[in-house]
């Protein structure tokens, strides 16, 4: 958690007296609270973590508390709205299409008593306002604004905002499959069927497998490991078919060298 200290006027007043410039950066204080030398100038500031949230600065001078108030996340605002955000910056230099940003706002408040808006910049990700989630970005700096109309429980229409900064980053190399080769078929929901990173990247992908004696057993065009009608095997073909190697030919794109390997699938 992220704590910006902020002073009273008496504490400016005396270290002044001092005659000393002092900083204090903000600092990541864990629930036990924290305890640190300020710079080299004799001064010590301990945190004591609760509610409410108190500092004791000494040194040379005495002991000088000052009560912050109490912590609160730093997304929340006064109204209690929170915004959390998930990015996604582009994953391959060949398929700059998988960026994206997604907002969530929640709040202690009844959601049929206000509303969000969602202010982006740059704005044409979202000319209509509405968007909480933007995706297909190109590199580059993004911000948002939330404003928010809300009602209050003696019928007020009050307003709050919540911005955001994000940069999306530029991917590093090109998209790169990866095949994973087990399948344990026991549907516990660990590798119950043939997986496939980064498949996603190319939609227009054929998968083909057959076994051992060449016979083919599927044949899917948009293979999709988040899809179960679009992966191998369903939990109907795992319940049939033995445990052994099985072979794969995965065309990613017409044209390209398809990847050819095998895969064992193991049945408890």
Request: proline fraction near 4%; glycine fraction near 6%.
């Amino acid at each position: 958690m992220k704590l910006l200290l902020t002073f009273h006027l008496s504490l400016f007043c005396w270290i002044a007296l001092q005659s000393q410039t002092i900083s204090i950066s903000p600092q990541v204080i864990n629930a036990a609270g924290d305890h640190r030398a300020i710079g080299s100038s004799g001064i010590y500031l301990t945190d004591n973590v609760g509610e409410p949230f108190t500092e004791t600065i000494y040194g040379n001078a005495g002991k000088f508390m000052i009560t912050q108030g109490f912590i609160q996340p730093e997304t929340v605002t006064q109204a209690g709205f929170t915004l959390n955000a998930i990015q996604q910056s582009l994953q391959c230099l060949d398929k700059e299409d998988d960026a994206f940003i997604a907002l969530t706002l929640t709040s202690t408040i009844d959601t049929s008593k206000y509303r969000a808006k969602y202010f982006w910049t740059p704005s044409s990700v979202c000319p209509n306002n509405d968007c909480a989630k933007i995706d297909t970005l190109k590199p580059g700096a993004y911000s948002v604004m939330v404003r928010i109309s809300y009602t209050t429980n003696v019928g007020v229409v009050r307003f709050d905002s919540i911005p955001r900064n994000f940069q999306i980053d530029q991917a590093t190399q090109n998209c790169i499959i990866k095949v994973f080769s087990g399948i344990s078929a026991n549907n516990d929901g660990k590798n119950d069927f043939f997986s496939i990173e980064n498949i996603k990247e190319f939609p227009n992908n054929r998968v083909t497998i057959y076994n051992r004696w060449g016979t083919q057993l599927a044949d899917i065009n948009g293979y999709d490991n988040e899809k179960p009608e679009k992966r191998w095997p369903s939990q109907e073909e795992a319940d049939k078919l033995p445990s052994s190697t099985y072979f794969y030919i995965i065309e990613l794109e017409k044209g390209k060298n398809p990847v050819k390997g095998w895969v064992e699938l193991i049945k408890n």
